[in-house]
């Protein structure tokens, strides 16, 4: 049985050139080898740092002890030698892990040169740069997808990537070719208005110590919300006088259009701005609703009746009723601000408050109380 890319016409191998390593965190050297003849199962791996004079190895599969010291216990195959893979991985990576490295199968009995083709390991102090993608303006209510993604050298120990927002999250790993691999998260979103201008972060986290972020601000589009008439000059309001009032909102993007509304039946009214002047206003004017849209939607206020000061009145509905020895009276007024009730008695007295009922007892000494209503 012959397997393509394994059994061929000869020896060969096939590995990078060069291969950048992260220092605290491993590195695997990606290899594959054919061999001539019929399929095996057994086979001897070398690997050695590349030397002129000497042939120090970093990986025996049959002799440990034959390892150089300062590799011992950090390396270690990976993949199948039946299967023709023979990458090495290469644990805590230092700076004294910059060299030149090949294998060798079956060193013993083959006279192939494998040391034609090398690898490179280049450590280094800095991760990868992490990548994370702009998702663009989005709408509140519709869910969308932000990628974060990181390339790296240590298949068994990627790094971990994390978001600020939410924990719906699905990650993978993909083998780009050369001892390069991805790490991708993929942070599935619902956009809500809160989170309009905030930042959504990417943290990448290495089992080295080394830590990467990424950050990307967030454009929500929403209608408008919390809506609202406010009156400018509320304090300064006499009756036919003149009210200004306004729209109030939150939105993104801007309101196009205001409408308004007045009366218990929200009656439409001609204006289209987000402010508006009432001329001659009275206190029975409003209620006042307004409404402001965006592209999104729209979004309607509340009622508001502006608070008109006007000159304090005596209703009709005012009466004295006379009892043995009493005299009941009931004064009912209004105006705003709120008025006060001044009762005159017998005596020259005079009783300041706003109680609107008072019980007169003994006229003629001119004693009084007030009675609540």
Request: aromatic fraction near 10%; glycine fraction near 6%; hydrophobic fraction near 30%.
């Amino acid at each position: 049985v012959f397997l393509p890319g394994i059994v061929g016409e000869e020896w060969s191998s096939s590995l990078p050139s060069s291969i950048k390593a992260l220092k605290g965190s491993c590195v695997v050297i990606p290899c594959s080898f054919t061999y001539p003849g019929p399929r095996r199962s057994s086979f001897h791996l070398v690997w050695y740092l590349y030397r002129k004079a000497s042939y120090p190895q970093a990986f025996n599969s049959r002799h440990s002890g034959a390892v150089e010291d300062a590799f011992r216990d950090r390396t270690h195959r990976v993949g199948n030698l039946a299967n023709g893979e023979c990458s090495l991985q290469i644990t805590q990576v230092r700076n004294e892990d910059a060299e030149y490295f090949y294998p060798w199968i079956d060193p013993d009995t083959n006279g192939h040169r494998f040391y034609y083709k090398t690898a490179q390991v280049i450590p280094t102090d800095t991760p990868e740069v992490l990548f994370l993608n702009d998702p663009g303006t989005m709408t509140e209510g519709h869910p969308t997808t932000i990628t974060c993604f990181v390339d790296h050298t240590c298949p068994s120990q990627p790094p971990t990537l994390t978001w600020s927002h939410g924990n719906n999250v699905s990650t993978s790993s993909r083998n780009l070719g050369d001892g390069r691999w991805r790490a991708t998260s993929v942070l599935y979103y619902s956009p809500v208005s809160e989170n309009h201008t905030k930042s959504v972060i990417c943290r990448a986290a290495y089992r080295s110590g080394h830590q990467l972020q990424q950050s990307r601000t967030i454009y929500v589009k929403y209608p408008p919300k919390k809506t609202e008439v406010y009156i400018i000059n509320s304090s300064s309001l006499t009756e036919g006088g003149t009210a200004t009032l306004q729209c109030r909102c939150q939105s993104y993007p801007a309101v196009h259009t205001y409408h308004w509304f007045q009366g218990v039946d929200k009656k439409p009214m001609t204006y289209t701005t987000v402010t508006i002047t009432i001329k001659g206003v009275k206190k029975e004017s409003g209620p006042y609703y307004c409404s402001a849209e965006n592209e999104v939607g729209k979004g309607e206020s509340g009622p508001v009746s502006p608070l008109v000061e006007y000159k304090a009145m005596i209703l009709p509905e005012s009466n004295c009723t006379s009892y043995p020895s009493r005299l009941m009276c009931y004064c009912l007024a209004e105006g705003q601000p709120s008025p006060t009730l001044i009762w005159y008695l017998p005596n020259n007295v005079q009783i300041t408050g706003t109680n609107s009922n008072f019980t007169i007892s003994s006229p003629s000494v001119g004693n009084a109380r007030d009675r609540k209503s």
